[in-house]
């Protein structure tokens, strides 16, 4: 998830050659600026400032890589805890199916969370392993398949 508005400029500022916008599409990026404003708690109209702010540097670039793995991360754990409490009100008369498809749910969330660190591993490998420029391309890829959970996460049961 991108907190800047000028998010496709931020790892592309860098001299890195690993690095790659976070978020290529404006678009997609606009369209959510207002759920990343309810997650951290930003109200309409006030901005909060980033270390992804005028990223110019490398080490502007690391911290605003942290930064976006972690807010992808809280946004993953509230997706999913919103989930559960969706399962657990659709089917609040039928006690036995809401366990049934919670327990499935946390072994898929399991699964997943293992398939991205693995896939991540992948992607970094040509990186040095404790590097910056490492950490700041897992945590970069972190964020991304975080996000595209979260997305798949708030879908189920909204159709």
């Given at each position: ?24 599409s ?23 400032s ?9 080490q ?77 391309a ?22």
């Amino acid at each position: 998830m991108c907190a800047s508005t000028n998010c496709s400029d931020i790892c592309t500022a860098s001299s890195l050659p690993w690095a790659r916008p976070i978020r290529s599409s404006t678009d997609e990026i606009n369209g959510k600026a207002g759920l990343l404003a309810v997650v951290t708690g930003a109200y309409a109209g006030e901005e909060e400032s980033t270390p992804c702010d005028n990223v110019g540097s490398d080490q502007q670039t690391y911290a605003c890589a942290a930064f976006n793995q972690q807010t992808a991360e809280r946004e993953l754990k509230s997706a999913y805890d919103d989930l559960i409490q969706r399962i657990r009100d659709q089917y609040a008369d039928e006690g036995d199916k809401a366990t049934a498809l919670v327990e499935r749910m946390e072994t898929a969330e399991k699964l997943w969370t293992q398939l991205r660190d693995a896939d991540c591993k992948v992607e970094t490998y040509a990186e040095q392993q404790g590097s910056k420029a490492y950490q700041a391309a897992l945590d970069t890829c972190v964020a991304q398949r975080s996000d595209d959970r979260s997305e798949y996460l708030q879908s189920i049961g909204q159709q």
